[in-house]
């Protein structure tokens, strides 16, 4: 007992210690990106340092959250905007040489600013150039490269065939690096599962620089990128995914509930329900705070199915007739206009809002926090966060996300997202605000409504999904990986998968290069 903790005591040290003493050599850093460039695809017109003038708008255009989003960070001091491989190899070999950290971006949506923050110098290597997209429509698969955005890869879905889609998250520029390999769900869940469940290979840049896919980085890697965050395993080029079948027409419809029109009633109705229903259907419930003079709670019920609108009708009417919902706020549409009600542009918005890609610095300050519920919440439990969210004084929500259908079939070790069977939904808990004195009352109030639900939620652990990132569960700081820590924020991502996860990342990665404040340890476990 006493050599296993002394020899634990002893790992603990060694992977926590090594990154802080070693100082980065910056000018050697950049030296040899030039040295390694490949004349045929230069890279300088890649390299973006503070002496360039729009060293600024490169790097806060991919920035999502304005908390994070310091284009005066002293601590950056390059960003390769890849535009071929073979920067990213470059990138990898050099920092790695040099002992200078990176931070991989795609497509900069990280709710802590992890793609492109550090209290240490780093650069940042960005994979918004590569972006390329193929549909082979007869054998039902895309290949897509890291930095294309999911509004790309809908719109180039949907130009190649009106019936197949692709599960993965609701918001049209996430970057398919990040999220992907985050776990990447949405509204096809119920019916599909998310977009691990799709990915049948993938190209990733490891820590000597080379290039792997399905076949020459093994199973084992593979299973770790699909889930366990590609962040701490290498730099995602690009996955190949199958994509899935869909009806021609879809419907879905938003009604809206407040609190004097019963939402608390029929929210804990939908707890009953929502997870129970045909698989085709996918029934969010969003409450959030309203605008206005009577701040009250409204709950919104968000919903798309793979079917008509009449069937539809049927269903809700049969199993949650508490909405009270109309034919007329049903709408019909083909999946790609599903996708831009999805981001709240109003029915009839061209589709060509999907591909916007951001051009300015991020407008708004935000905080999420994340749970998952195996049991209804009591009455008095949903009334205690009400009173919380009315607290706030600025736009607050939570998204109840059904589980059911498929995700209780998959179990939770086929990939590295571990959040499958006997959950009833998840919540996400956001808040937005745009004043930035605002930032400690609202933080604060995040915490309060996280420490109300907890009676209500998972607990040893209280589960967390790693793509609402959430630095509270635990972290490091920049540049060094204590494994106690690690084992704290890494049982909450990954529950029952996290030895593997760690005994991954100690083989394809025993340096720890690929690291960062919720990266995996490289820690062999049994
Ligand atoms: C408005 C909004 C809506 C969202 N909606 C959903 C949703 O519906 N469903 C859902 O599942 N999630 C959703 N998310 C969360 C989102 O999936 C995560 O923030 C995801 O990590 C974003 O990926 P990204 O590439 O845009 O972000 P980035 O900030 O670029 O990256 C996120 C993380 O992935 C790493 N990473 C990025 N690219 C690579 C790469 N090529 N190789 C290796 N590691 C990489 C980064 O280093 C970082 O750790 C939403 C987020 C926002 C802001
Ligand atoms: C940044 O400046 C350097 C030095 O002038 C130049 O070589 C490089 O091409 C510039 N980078 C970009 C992206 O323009
Ligand atoms: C960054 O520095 C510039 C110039 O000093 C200043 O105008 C700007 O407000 C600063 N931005 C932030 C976010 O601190
Ligand atoms: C929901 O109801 C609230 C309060 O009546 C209102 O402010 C909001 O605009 C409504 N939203 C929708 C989508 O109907
Ligand atoms: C707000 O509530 C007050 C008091 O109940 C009422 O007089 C007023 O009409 C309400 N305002 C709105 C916009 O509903
Ligand atoms: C999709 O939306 C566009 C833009 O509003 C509209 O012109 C088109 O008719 C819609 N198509 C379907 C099938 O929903
Ligand atoms: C998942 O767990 C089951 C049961 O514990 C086991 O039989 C199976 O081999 C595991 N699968 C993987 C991919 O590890
Ligand atoms: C934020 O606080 C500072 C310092 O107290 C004050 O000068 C500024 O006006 C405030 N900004 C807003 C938008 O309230």
Same mark, same amino acid.
């Given at each position: 007992?006493?050599?296993?903790?002394?020899?634990?005591?002893?790992?603990?040290?060694?992977?926590?210690?090594?990154?802080?003493?070693?100082?980065?050599?910056?000018?050697?850093?950049?030296?040899?990106?030039?040295?390694?460039?490949?004349?045929?695809?230069?890279?300088?017109?890649?390299?973006?340092?503070?002496?360039?003038?729009?060293?600024?708008?490169?790097?806060?255009?991919?920035?999502?959250n304005?908390r994070?989003?310091?284009?005066?960070?002293?601590?950056?001091?390059?960003?390769?905007?890849?535009?071929?491989?073979?920067?990213?190899?470059?990138?990898?070999?050099?920092?790695?040489?040099?002992?200078?950290? /990176? &931070?991989?971006?795609? !497509?900069?949506?990280?709710y802590e600013? #992890? +793609?492109? %923050?550090?209290? @240490?110098?780093?650069?940042?290597?960005?994979?918004?150039?590569?972006?390329?997209?193929?549909?082979?429509?007869?054998?039902?698969?895309?290949?897509?490269?890291?930095?294309?955005?999911?509004?790309?890869?809908?719109?180039?879905?949907?130009?190649?065939?009106?019936?197949?889609?692709?599960?993965?998250?609701?918001?049209?520029?996430?970057?398919?690096?990040?999220?992907?390999?985050?776990?990447?769900?949405?509204?096809?869940?119920?019916?599909?599962?998310?977009?691990?469940?799709?990915?049948?290979?993938?190209?990733?840049?490891?820590?000597?620089?080379?290039?792997?896919?399905?076949?020459?980085?093994?199973?084992?890697?593979?299973?770790? /990128? &699909?889930?366990?965050? !590609?962040?701490?395993?290498?730099?995602? #080029? +690009?996955? %190949?995914?199958? @994509?899935?079948?869909?009806?021609?027409?879809?419907?879905?419809?938003?009604?809206?509930?407040t609190l004097?029109?019963?939402a608390t009633?029929?929210l804990y109705?939908w707890q009953?329900?929502?997870?129970?229903?045909?698989?085709?259907?996918?029934?969010r419930a969003m409450p959030q705070i309203t605008k206005?003079?009577?701040k009250t709670i409204a709950v919104k019920?968000?919903?798309?199915?793979?079917?008509?609108?009449?069937?539809?009708?049927?269903?809700?009417?049969?199993?949650?007739?508490?909405?009270?919902?109309?034919?007329?706020?049903?709408?019909?549409?083909?999946?790609?206009?599903?996708?831009?009600?999805?981001?709240?542009?109003?029915?009839?918005?061209?589709?060509?809002?999907?591909?916007?890609?951001?051009?300015?610095?991020?407008?708004a300050f935000f905080k999420s926090k994340s749970d998952y519920v195996k049991k209804p919440i009591p009455k008095e439990g949903i009334e205690k966060m009400w009173k919380t969210m009315l607290k706030f004084n600025n736009h607050v929500f939570m998204q109840w996300n059904?589980?059911?259908?498929?995700?209780?079939?998959?179990?939770?070790?086929?990939?590295?997202?571990?959040?499958?069977?006997?959950n009833l939904f998840k919540i996400q808990y956001f808040a937005l605000w745009i004043d930035?004195?605002a930032t400690k009352a609202n933080l604060a109030l995040m915490k309060e409504l996280y420490d109300v639900a907890e009676p209500y939620v998972s607990s040893?652990p209280r589960e967390a999904f790693?793509n609402y990132r959430d630095i509270d569960v635990g972290s490091?700081?920049?540049?060094?990986?204590?494994?106690?820590?690690?084992?704290?924020y890494?049982?909450k991502y990954?529950?029952?998968?996290?030895?593997?996860?760690?005994?991954?990342?100690?083989?394809?990665?025993?340096?720890?290069?690929?690291?960062?404040?919720?990266?995996?340890?490289?820690?062999?476990?049994?």
């Amino acid at each position: 007992m006493k050599v296993v903790f002394v020899m634990f005591l002893a790992m603990l040290v060694s992977v926590s210690s090594q990154a802080v003493v070693q100082k980065p050599n910056i000018g050697n850093f950049l030296q040899c990106l030039r040295d390694r460039s490949d004349p045929k695809n230069p890279i300088t017109k890649a390299i973006f340092t503070p002496q360039n003038s729009t060293f600024t708008s490169s790097y806060v255009s991919y920035t999502k959250n304005k908390r994070y989003s310091n284009p005066n960070d002293t601590n950056l001091i390059a960003i390769v905007e890849a535009k071929h491989e073979s920067h990213v190899q470059a990138t990898v070999v050099c920092a790695k040489s040099n002992r200078v950290q /990176i &931070r991989i971006r795609s !497509g900069g949506h990280d709710y802590e600013g #992890l +793609s492109y %923050t550090s209290s @240490l110098p780093f650069a940042v290597l960005d994979m918004n150039n590569l972006r390329s997209i193929t549909i082979d429509v007869s054998g039902k698969k895309a290949w897509v490269q890291a930095g294309a955005t999911l509004g790309e890869l809908y719109t180039k879905i949907s130009e190649a065939s009106k019936t197949l889609a692709f599960p993965a998250g609701v918001c049209p520029t996430l970057g398919a690096g990040g999220h992907i390999s985050g776990g990447g769900y949405g509204n096809l869940m119920r019916k599909y599962g998310i977009s691990v469940d799709h990915v049948v290979d993938a190209q990733l840049v490891d820590v000597n620089g080379k290039i792997l896919n399905r076949a020459s980085m093994g199973e084992d890697l593979f299973w770790a /990128i &699909r889930g366990g965050g !590609g962040a701490s395993f290498g730099v995602i #080029l +690009s996955w %190949t995914i199958n @994509l899935v079948e869909v009806p021609e027409t879809i419907t879905v419809f938003n009604v809206n509930k407040t609190l004097g029109q019963g939402a608390t009633d029929v929210l804990y109705k939908w707890q009953l329900v929502s997870s129970k229903l045909p698989r085709e259907l996918f029934l969010r419930a969003m409450p959030q705070i309203t605008k206005g003079a009577n701040k009250t709670i409204a709950v919104k019920f968000i919903a798309q199915f793979l079917g008509s609108s009449k069937k539809l009708m049927e269903i809700i009417n049969k199993n949650l007739p508490e909405l009270g919902l109309k034919g007329e706020d049903c709408y019909e549409m083909s999946w790609l206009n599903t996708t831009t009600f999805w981001a709240d542009y109003p029915v009839g918005t061209s589709t060509s809002v999907l591909l916007k890609r951001p051009s300015t610095p991020p407008g708004a300050f935000f905080k999420s926090k994340s749970d998952y519920v195996k049991k209804p919440i009591p009455k008095e439990g949903i009334e205690k966060m009400w009173k919380t969210m009315l607290k706030f004084n600025n736009h607050v929500f939570m998204q109840w996300n059904p589980y059911g259908g498929v995700m209780d079939k998959i179990p939770a070790n086929a990939t590295a997202f571990p959040h499958r069977k006997g959950n009833l939904f998840k919540i996400q808990y956001f808040a937005l605000w745009i004043d930035a004195n605002a930032t400690k009352a609202n933080l604060a109030l995040m915490k309060e409504l996280y420490d109300v639900a907890e009676p209500y939620v998972s607990s040893n652990p209280r589960e967390a999904f790693l793509n609402y990132r959430d630095i509270d569960v635990g972290s490091n700081p920049s540049g060094m990986t204590n494994v106690v820590e690690g084992k704290i924020y890494g049982s909450k991502y990954f529950v029952g998968n996290l030895n593997r996860l760690m005994n991954v990342k100690a083989k394809y990665d025993p340096d720890n290069f690929f690291r960062h404040e919720q990266s995996i340890p490289p820690l062999r476990a049994m």
